[in-house]
């Protein structure tokens, strides 16, 4: 269990799983109210039937605002990988769990010039007297 004080929030910014069948998942504890805030994106190559390969999962974040009580429940088979980081709030501000997904970057034009050909000039008799 990660406990986070009042005025502090926890950062989640990895939250993994290789292995086993069923997901991992980060619940919140919160004015006795609880949740299931995030699952584990799988890693590794081979569906949970261990069948066909399943292509890569997008890695969640989520930000938790204190006080509250995180827990990571250990999978049967599985190997849980989390990355977070706990920090005190800025400002003094109302509890509140906030999910923060990682936003999809997307593909932006780009404007190329065209290369000009620029005139050779050439001579022109001048008559002699």
Known sequence: MIAVQDNHFLRISNFTQQGGVDRGVVTVTLNDQTANVLTASRV?????GGVSPTPLETINRVVIAGP????????????????????????????????APTPTPTATPTVTSTPTVTPTPTRTPTPTP
């Not at 849980?80 to 800025?90: D, G």
Request: proline share 5%; no cysteine; hydrophobic share 40%.
């Open 68 to 99: 509250a009580q995180v827990t990571v429940a250990p999978v049967l088979g599985a190997t849980l990988f989390i990355t977070y980081r706990k920090l005190p709030e800025e400002g003094k501000g109302t509890t509140t769990v906030v999910i």
């Open 44 to 48: 590794d190559t081979v569906s949970s």
